[in-house]
């Protein structure tokens, strides 16, 4: 038979243990999920969860083919990216002509990380939030979604070697 006050302790315990858990992980905090309400793709366009973001600094990535200083960067920052991706993740959004020539940039330049779907409406957005008027452009954010640099960029072309123990300092 099933002790009641058994039971009632288990459905506390859970539940204690799972607080805590939600207030560590942003993607299952919704934190992410305000960012990208529409989920995130792969480098083949196919669907994934916004959970892989984790509690990894991340980095909104605004670039495009067609334009050379982009060009020029993207290959630093996949550099930069595959040597910390357990720490680090880029979330690109495209200002290429078009979805093929989106995908295509990425499979050029190995890009095995995170995109938008091709002007989205959450993409549009978040160009509107940080006020990107040039590319390519780099932000960074906290495993919160707190903005630490405005200037990514700079940061990983002028301090590849430390920049992210600079962001990590800088997460409240």
Known sequence: M????????AVLFVAFCGSFAFAADPAA??????????GLLNAKGEPVGIE????KIVGIYYSAHWCPPCRAFSPKLVEFRNA??????????????GEKEQFGYMSDLKMEWLTMKYQSPAAEALKTKYNVEGIPTLIILSPKGETISQDGRGDVTNSPDTCLD?????IK
């Open 29 to 38: 905090s919704g934190t992410w999920k305000t960012f990208f309400p529409d």
């Open 52 to 55: 892989q973001l984790g509690n």
């Open 2 to 9: 099933i002790n009641t006050r058994t039971v009632l302790l």
């Open 166 to 170: 600079t962001w990590k300092k800088a």
């Open 84 to 97: 910390h991706k357990d720490d680090f993740e880029i979330v690109f959004v495209s200002s290429d002509k």
